[in-house]
């Protein structure tokens, strides 16, 4: 049967490499780190590592037990961080996880208006993409997540924060930068930057209005993020559909935003671990992005009217 000294003599020959930087790290003798790992190798029955001429490499068998040994003390690391918090009356921290372009929009005006009444507690925010998010969620990794509106996933719960109209993104100067609204024909034959597909769940809405009236743009770039295909459309690559937030920041380096008549619309939502319980602290924040995502000027109206949907 595995023991937990065998897992952490593991764990600590594979991150300082050498048997002597283990040893140093458990505070214990070489020979010590040798027989821990020597007997958990018996125990799971296959070999963690090669043994040639002095030197140990680990075995593909020891790198894939090695990721789940990560995964687990990962959790463990954080129960002692916690323990530690609760022993000398550190402040609780939040972890959000966020799509990259809230994170730079949204998140520090939810931030300022939280820190008014917790100007203690430490935030962390985790920026990555929205299946990236599904799993921190579902793995209990985050404490909420801000994100686009998703399908019902099991042991995940959502509240609905706003829902915006997508715009079309030109450099300054373009020629339907004159008009005040873009339609679908308009971009037939334009350089696009569009979505990587597998990404975006919007991806088909944005095509199937292109589809249904015979427009053809010129895919030129696909890419995952938003503020990537603002710089792209800054830098004068083509034109691209998208999200309203990050618009005012790309203003100044010579993005023009139009509405885009097909009525392509955005939901976005709170997220949480199912089932779980919430702090005061975490209502408190979440009281915050509510408060924020009501006020949020975007410099030009793409609301979406729920009476009119």
């Known amino acids: 049967m595995m023991k937990f ?37 018996e125990s799971l029955g296959f070999r963690l590592f090669n043994r040639s001429k002095g030197r140990l490499e680990p075995t593909t068998a020891g790198v894939r037990f090695y990721r789940a040994v990560e995964e687990n003390f990962l959790g463990l690391e954080r129960l002692t961080q916690v323990a530690s918090n609760i022993r000398n009356e550190t402040p609780e921290g939040i972890s959000v996880a966020c799509l990259f372009v809230l994170s730079t929009t949204l998140m520090p005006l939810v ?20 299946p990236e998010i599904l799993v921190r969620l579902q793995d209990m990794k985050v404490d909420m997540a801000i994100a686009l509106d998703f399908p019902p996933f099991a042991g995940i719960e959502i509240e609905k924060i706003l829902k915006v109209n997508v715009m079309c993104a030109m450099p300054e100067g373009h020629r339907l930068a004159s008009k005040e609204s873009i339609s679908p024909e308009d971009l037939h034959e334009e350089n696009m930057i569009g979505w990587v597909p597998i990404i975006s769940q919007n991806y088909e809405k944005e095509r199937q209005s292109l589809i249904d009236v015979g427009s053809v743009p010129r895919n030129v770039i696909k890419t995952h993020t938003s503020h990537t295909r603002y710089a792209m459309v800054a830098n004068g690559l083509g034109l691209s559909i998208v999200e309203p937030f990050a618009a005012k920041i790309w203003a100044s380096n010579g993005v023009v935003v139009r509405p885009f008549s097909a009525k392509i619309s955005y939901e976005y939502v709170l997220a949480y671990p199912g089932g779980g319980i919430r702090s005061q602290m975490m209502r408190d924040f979440r009281d915050a992005v509510m408060t924020v995502a009501a006020d949020y000027d975007f410099g030009f109206e793409t609301r979406v009217d729920e009476a009119n949907v």
Do not use: W
Request: aromatic share 8%; proline share 5%; with cysteine.
């Open 111 to 130: 931030l300022k208006e939280f820190f008014k009444y917790h100007p203690d507690v430490p935030v962390t925010i985790d920026t990555c993409n929205g």
């Open 5 to 41: 000294r065998q897992i952490e003599a593991f764990r600590c020959l594979m991150v300082a490499g050498t048997s002597i930087g283990a040893a140093r790290k458990m505070n214990i003798t070489q020979p010590a780190i040798s027989r821990l790992v020597s007997d958990l190798e």
